[in-house]
């Protein structure tokens, strides 16, 4: 356990006090800085509504959550999407780049041990993003009412679809020394989990139909952001979690009889 | 004393199809200084390597302190210190933190761990620099940084791959003091192929090539050998002229002069012509008018090594170094 924390301790503080972090981290805000007040204004003209005078929940069937708490979701996806693969690629690769990865190994420390010190630390980091992102929709409840706890289901999916873009970047990270082919493979395979339930839904057969509405990640949040928080869609996410930190132990364990 | 701390039972590490190591079995002795030798590409590190447990050999067995290395790895890599050829540091750590992270790694107990780095900081020197980044300290301090990291949790066994590749000539000298020091406190397996360092440092050496022994004696009788097999004169003059060679090269039992461009003489001569070759030599010399500046004769490892190791086909060869 104190190994773990160890490993953690070390690793969380080289990426967080890292000057990519707070690149990243001043990146997001003055994006979400600038469409956040645009989008909530736009909605408060269109609900004929001031967003400062009366409640948020304008007429007309217009609702905040979905017209600005929504897209401020996506966009903070979208921006941590690219952003996640950045702050993993060093964990592994420049281990196997600078060569401190002889360290690690001839450590007396497992290497399950390693990868979840590593991925925590990388989890750590990039949940103070996710909630620098819920900030803003949170500063907005001193003004507007709305239903508190929708959000708080769909800011939960979030983070943990940010957990699953963590491991996978780890996994890349641990494929190559080169820290510019991990981001590329973690946007990738970021990527690439959005669209391999492509398709299941043209299927005659059903049971090939239901399970690859299960993969779908977007059947997920869609659960979470109406509000449910589906266990199945919990147990989804920490599945891909872990299968992509039991692949990232293999891949460490592999340097151990590979020729390369 | 007497124990064999290390014993390495016909490893084989094949890459590919590629043989590293071949059927390699030797041991150590507890608080033995072993160098390693062997050409680049003759699978010394991965020799090293399999040791330290970071791989697993084709075949053939490792025991650490009669233990299997692959049965129990955890305990046994807590009796390992391994510096690699590159120094496994972090730039963007301070000395201290990283040292008290290596600490934490190697499960030092909490409450000594203080003590330890402490204690560690002060064996190597790394006292002025203790406080700093190791992105901006010198190549010197790094390399004792690396070092500092293998002496942590005070292991029984210190594997040193080249510890002192790419230093300058005092910071090789003061490497080479540390590891001195350290001697009789652990079982020490040195790697190089400086030669003048195993015979300032080592007990004994075990050279290698192409992944296969090829000798491991102590350094005291591979020295007789040497002796017995021919005598190494090197002489040097102020102006050497074609008239001293060959004045020289007729002395009793001189086989060979070669000059070299820095007015240097080295004589080769049979064992067998008594003890008064030097004054012999120095006679000549002196009555050429020659300015004898300097007249040793040495044990060179180097002819051992030489005469061991020499293949043209693994010079050619590119080794690559696995990661």
Known sequence: MRQFFNQFNKDFKQTFFNPVFFMMAGLCCSIWGFVFPRKLFEFARVAGVSPFAQGGMGGGGYNIYETVFISHLSLTHLLLLFIVP??????????????????????????????????????????????????????????????????????????????????????????????????????????????????????????????????????????????????????????????????????????????? | MGINMIEVHNVTKKYGSRAAVENLSFSVKKGEVVGFLGPNGAGKTTTMKIITGYMVPTAGEVKIADEDIFENPIKIKQKIGYLPEVPPIYSDMYVDKYLYYVAGLKKCPKDTIKSQVDSVVEKVGLQPVRCRLIHNISKGFKQRTGLAQALIGDPEILILDEPTVGLDPNQVLEMRNLISQLRGQHTIILSTHILSEVQATCDRIIIIKEGKMVTQESLSSLREKQAQSRRRISVRVKNVSEDLIQELKQLKGIEDVTSSPNSVLTLSADTGVGSDLNERVAKVVINKGAGLVELSESFSLEDVFLKLTKDEKAEERNYTDPV
């Open chain 1, 86 to 260: 950045i702050f993993t690629m060093r964990l592994i690769s420049e281990e196997k780049k600078l060569r401190t990865f002889d360290l690690l190994l001839t450590a007396p420390i497992t290497s399950t041990k390693i990868v979840l010190g590593k991925f925590l630390a990388a989890y750590a980091v990039v949940l103070v993003l996710v909630i620098l992102s819920f900030l803003y929709p949170i500063i907005t409840s001193w003004f507007a009412e709305f239903n508190i706890t929708l959000l708080v289901s769909a800011y939960l999916s979030i983070a943990l679809l940010m957990g699953v873009y963590t491991a996978i970047g780890l996994f890349s990270s641990s494929l190559s020394a080169s820290v510019m082919l991990s981001v590329f493979l973690g946007i990738i395979f970021s990527v690439a989990l959005h669209f391999v339930s492509l398709g299941g839904q043209l299927s005659n057969n059903p049971l090939y139909s239901s399970v690859m509405e299960y993969l779908s990640v977007s059947t997920h949040l869609d659960n979470f952001f109406r509000g449910n928080i589906v266990s199945s869609s919990v147990v989804f996410f920490f599945i891909v979690i872990g299968f992509f930190l039991f692949m990232t132990q293999r891949v460490i364990e592999s340097s151990r009889w590979r020729s390369q």
